[in-house]
């Protein structure tokens, strides 16, 4: 079996930091986003890769190269960006006929993967949601099968959102139907998207089941991504591990602090991840996500996310308060 990883978007909904790092390799609770994917599938047996690189890929390629030499990786270059459906035909060549475990660069989510994986038919990954109309929406038939699958409909029939992860036995059908909707043209919001060629797939005979995920972590944009970092840190229990003694500094877990860090004079925490070799001194930060090699000084952040070399100096205050006094200072 291949693991398929899209990972070719642009993620304008995290720019500005996307402008120059993959949404994929942003820091995420003291990993990156493709890092907890990769290693979820590898715990799981999966030791074949396929990524659909576009934007910024040199950096992932880079980075799983240098991360995981010991996997078989192949990297397949999405030029144009037109849909999911686009990125998976493109990587026909590389699966040929293996089965396929297909997982959106951006989903994290959590279930039996060992199960996924082993399923003699296949599967696609679903979870409940309050508003499935920005998601793909899975229909089910009386007897638990999936009878219809539909892009982002503006009047869901169900509640079942497509979370982005796909176990696909019948390799060759799916690629037909991903090629067929190609050839006609056949788009749903300006793309070609992958749920169009499953919803081909059931029409022509094809049997998926539900595999039901616990949990589905958002990472598109930034206040979710904070959100996801806060859960992520508490379930990694990252506050159990080692903390350096920082100079004059009060670490309040969990959080998450890359090697190399000069951290003085301040208040770390909680739900905070900071990257490599960053330096702070005089400042307090809170659900935060700091990259590496940044530099921030005498500032107060919460809900923040810096990108990494970025440098931050707040402004210092000597002030001579009285009594039943209000500041603000903004």
């Not at 990786?73 to 006929?97: M, P, W, Y």
């Not at 090697?259 to 990257?275: D, L, M, R, T």
Request: hydrophobic fraction near 40%; include cysteine.
């Amino acid at each position: 079996m291949k693991a398929i990883i899209p990972v070719a978007g642009a993620g304008t909904k995290l720019r500005p930091h996307t402008y120059t790092q993959p949404k994929a390799l942003i820091p995420l609770a003291g990993k990156t986003i493709l890092s907890i994917i990769v290693d979820q599938l590898v715990d799981a047996g999966i030791t074949e890769f396929v990524f659909v690189v576009g934007y910024l890929g040199e950096k992932i390629q880079d980075y799983i190269l240098k991360k995981y030499p010991h996997l078989t990786c192949h990297f397949v270059q999405q030029n144009s960006r037109e849909g999911t459906g686009h990125a998976i035909l493109l990587t026909r060549n590389v699966v040929k006929d293996d089965e396929i475990l297909i997982v959106l660069g951006d989903t994290i989510c959590e279930g039996n993967f060992q199960e996924l994986i082993n399923s003699p038919i296949s599967l696609l990954g679903l979870k409940k949601v309050d508003d499935p109309r920005n998601f793909g929406v899975a229909e089910l038939s009386d007897g638990g099968d999936i009878c219809k699958v539909v892009e982002k409909p503006q009047i869901p029939k169900s509640n079942l959102a497509l979370v982005g992860v796909y176990k696909i036995k019948e390799t060759s059908q799916l690629y037909d139907c991903l090629e067929k909707n190609m050839l006609e043209h056949k788009k749903s919001h300006d793309e070609f998207q992958l749920t169009d060629a499953l919803q081909c797939m059931i029409e022509h005979g094809v049997v998926f089941k539900p595999f039901k995920v616990s949990n589905w972590f958002d990472c598109g944009r930034k206040d979710t991504l904070l959100e996801t970092n806060a859960i992520l840190l508490s379930k990694y229990k990252l506050a159990n591990n080692p903390v350096l003694p920082y100079e004059n500094t009060i670490i309040i877990p969990p959080v998450s602090i890359g090697e190399g860090c000069n951290i003085k004079n301040s208040i770390i925490g909680p739900n905070v991840a900071i990257g490599d070799n960053t330096v702070i001194n005089y400042s307090i930060v809170k659900d935060s996500i700091i990259g590496s090699f940044s530099n921030l000084y005498e500032v107060v952040l919460k809900s923040s996310l810096i990108g990494s070399d970025a440098n931050i100096r707040g402004l210092s205050q000597s002030l001579n308060i009285g009594d039943n006094t209000e500041i603000d200072l903004g």
